[in-house]
């Protein structure tokens, strides 16, 4: 993919999410379904960004461009369900249905017994499905598994912190198709680094409001910013987000597993002491409906714990690091970032995502 | 947007047979030379070692030809620094000069000192020391006092440097002075000056560091004259040049590898199936590093382009720092050991030394090179909040 693409694919989702979001929220708060949003989402071509090129996307770092600015924005639809649910059904080979998708993809740990990818399922809850009141409910499994459409019979809505849909969804009889996933795709740590992307977004832009409001409001006769306590807890915030922003580029760079898991683990760590430096920065102000910035700490709050929290995937990659003993662990960490020489490009994290 | 963004460098063809001959060389002379793996100060000063590392041609990487560089990208550079640091290799001797020093001589010296020092440095040959911070300017850099006044045919200097790391045992300082007026940014009348350490007269005391190691020194200026041609650069420059110099100073690699060897030391102690608990801190670390590497392999990128980032330089090192601390905290926790300084014990086994070392070492990491509060205060600047 060309810079020019790239630039283009992100300022398209800029323009679209930096226009359309506000009001979108207000319809998804009154109950309903933001679909002028949607439609336009759609039309553009945004959630295939994600695919590689010769399946009409610009590969994994554009998707996660989209990503950013769907959290940049506080975006109120499934936009990462449904791009990571339409990479994982041409992983799959399988036609991607109309509107909005999205996905029950548990971690690697809890797969063992996935009921509700196996063809002879008869019933399954499977709790907290992103938008699965208005969106085709996919599931991933073990590896080998494959990908499921599923048929819900029953939903049961339900929101996380910042108001998103999280619906617990009841299956009773067998997918309606079921397609083999190749075994490196790792449906989880997609959603992963898709979330991070998102988080990563967040953070900027509860950085501009810090930034903006610490200009703004004056206190002891100068404005917050004079104060140097203040500025750095700006450096701070600007350094989380920034930490966020080098993980999650590293590992679209360099697309596998511990780069996922390292890029989710930065941003969900990244999160809180972003969320409470700013509202430590707004007063009482920010903690007010009224204000904007809860639209955004909120989603910091919800979606650090989303995909696996920092504590999650920071136990995948220690288990990781720790084998092959501390000889090994240097090398390991080179590889991870792609930088890596030749015969140690091996030692990539057991739970394989995307391949380049 | 607002915010920094550090983009990943593309790494230039080669690269991985460039890593692949350091770890081979490095495999090598620690069979043969028996060096303790250490962080880049805490490392034996070794001119053997620096002289072979020159002759390999891997000091003055990326300088031109003619005056003993090897015209390798920044790129090149950070992947056999950083492979030197994370193996523990003694760096020390050339480190400044490669580094800093000779960067500095090549952008603002005159042909005569790039064609003299360069090709030595680049030789493993001949060390820097920093003469920055005074006893009255530590952070407050711009409040320096030591003054250098034109003579009839050179400058004379009177002040006082402290912590100058190694005066003791390099050729050469490169000292920030006082030439004129502050001014209202008081960044004027500052202008950099190559002292001779050996050959200037130079008082050099020892200042012993709380660990009981000679490493920085007081260096006294009574009155000592240097010909004209040792001025760096334009006279009232100082201020640009050296701000140049600390971004390349707080940007690389020894910013975040300091502790690597205890990192290692982690892993190695935890075995290949730690309970969660210690997977979880060692995964901690290895998410904080990963993102760190990106960061300062994106710094070198932009220097490979030629830019200085001076805030994104502040932000690595504000973290780095940070990180290479919480390694030596997460082991001390982790693994049952306690830490052994100079003097605790001949047969100290090596992790208790390693880690007596680095606690004892911790302090100087968020100091040097800038304090933490000062790069906050370049990174709240970079925000336009300062």
């Known amino acids: 993919m060309s810079d020019e693409t790239a630039r283009l694919i992100e300022q398209t989702a800029d323009d679209l999410f930096s226009a359309e979001s506000e009001g979108a929220r207000k319809a998804l708060a009154e109950g309903a379904w933001p679909e002028r949003l949607w439609q336009i989402f759609a039309e553009t071509g945004l959630a295939q960004a994600a695919l590689p090129e010769e399946a009409g996307g610009a590969g994994l770092a554009a998707g996660l461009a989209v990503l950013r600015a769907a959290g940049r924005h506080a975006a109120p639809i499934p936009v990462a369900e449904t791009m990571i649910g339409t990479l994982l059904c041409h992983r799959a080979g399988a036609e991607v249905p109309d509107g909005p998708l999205t996905l029950y993809a548990p971690p690697a740990g809890a797969l063992a017994a996935q009921p509700a990818v196996r063809e002879d399922i008869d019933a399954a809850n499977l709790p907290r499905v992103p938008w699965a009141r208005i969106a085709t409910v996919l599931a991933v499994g073990a590896p080998g598994h494959g990908l499921a459409f599923l048929k819900p019979s029953d939903v049961v809505e339900g929101a996380n912190l910042a108001g998103e849909p999280r619906d617990d969804v009841a299956v009773s009889g067998p997918p309606d198709r079921l397609h083999p996933l190749p075994p490196e795709v790792d449906g989880f740590a997609l959603m992963a680094i898709a979330r991070a992307a998102q988080l990563r977004g967040a953070m900027e832009q509860v950085l501009a409001m810090s930034l903006r409001y610490a200009g703004d409001r004056v206190q002891f006769g100068r404005p917050l910013k004079r104060f140097q306590a203040i500025q750095h807890y700006l450096a701070e915030i600007a350094g989380e987000a920034a930490a966020t922003g080098a993980a999650v580029d590293a590992a679209a760079q360099a697309p596998n597993g511990f780069g996922f898991a390292a890029a989710k683990a930065r941003a969900s760590q990244a999160a809180g002491t972003v969320a409470r430096l700013a509202h430590q920065v707004h007063g009482a102000i920010g903690y007010t409906a009224e204000h904007d910035l809860h639209h955004w700490t909120k989603r910091l709050w919800a979606w650090r714990d989303e995909c696996g929290n920092e504590a999650y995937w920071w136990q995948v990659l220690g288990a990781h690091a720790a084998q092959g003993g501390g000889a090994a662990l240097w090398p390991k960490m080179v590889a991870a970032s792609g930088s890596a020489v030749a015969e140690t490009a091996g030692a990539t994290v057991s739970s394989e995502g995307e391949g380049r | 947007m607002t915010g920094f963004d550090f983009p990943p ?63 390798r990208s920044a790129l090149e550079r950070y992947v056999v620094v950083e492979e030197l640091l994370a193996a523990g290799a003694p760096v020390y001797a050339h480190w400044v000069a490669d ?53 009839a045919d050179g400058w004379r200097i009177d002040g006082t440097k402290v912590w100058t790391s190694n005066a003791h045992r390099s050729q050469y300082m490169i000292a920030l002075c006082r030439t004129g007026p502050a001014g209202d940014s008081r960044h004027e009348g500052l202008s950099q000056f190559l002292i001779d350490l050996e050959a200037d007269n130079v008082q050099i005391n020892p200042i012993v560091n709380l660990a009981g190691k000679h490493d920085f020194n007081e260096c006294v200026f009574e009155d000592v004259a240097i010909p004209a041609d040792r001025l760096i650069g334009q006279e009232g420059d100082g201020w640009r040049q050296v701000t140049g110099e600390l971004a390349l100073e707080r940007s690389g690699p020894e910013r975040i590898l300091s502790t690597f060897h205890l990192f290692a030391a982690l892993v190695e102690a935890a075995g290949p199936g730690p309970e969660p608990r210690l997977a979880e801190a060692i995964g901690r670390l290895t998410a904080e590093f990963y993102a760190l590497r990106a960061m300062s392999l994106a710094v070198a990128g932009q220097l490979e382009k030629g830019d200085l980032p001076e805030v994104e330089a502040a932000i690595v090192k504000d973290m780095g720092t940070r990180f290479e601390a919480e390694v030596a905290e997460t082991l001390r926790r982790a693994v049952p050991v306690e830490p052994v300084g100079v003097g605790g014990s001949a047969n100290a086994p090596s992790l208790e030394a390693a880690l007596g070392a680095s606690v004892l070492g911790l302090p100087s990491f968020t100091l040097r090179g800038g304090t933490n509060e000062v790069l906050r205060s370049i990174i709240a600047r970079g925000l336009g909040v300062r």
């Open chain 2, 9 to 71: 460098p593309a790494m230039p063809p080669g690269t991985d047979a460039l890593r692949a001959e350091v770890r081979a060389f490095l495999t090598e002379s620690h069979a043969n030379e028996g060096w303790r793996p250490d962080s880049d100060f805490g490392s034996d000063w070794s001119a053997s070692f620096s002289r072979t590392l020159g002759a390999q041609g891997w000091i003055g990487m990326c300088w031109p030809r003619r005056y003993g560089g090897h015209e």
């Open chain 2, 99 to 151: 580094r800093q020093s000779g960067p500095l001589l090549l952008r603002f010296g005159s042909e005569e000192q790039r064609q003299t020092i360069l090709p030595r440095i680049a030789a493993g040959e001949c060390y820097f020391a920093i003469g920055m911070s005074e006893p009255d300017s530590g952070s407050d850099l711009a409040s320096v006092r030591t003054r250098a006044e034109r003579t």
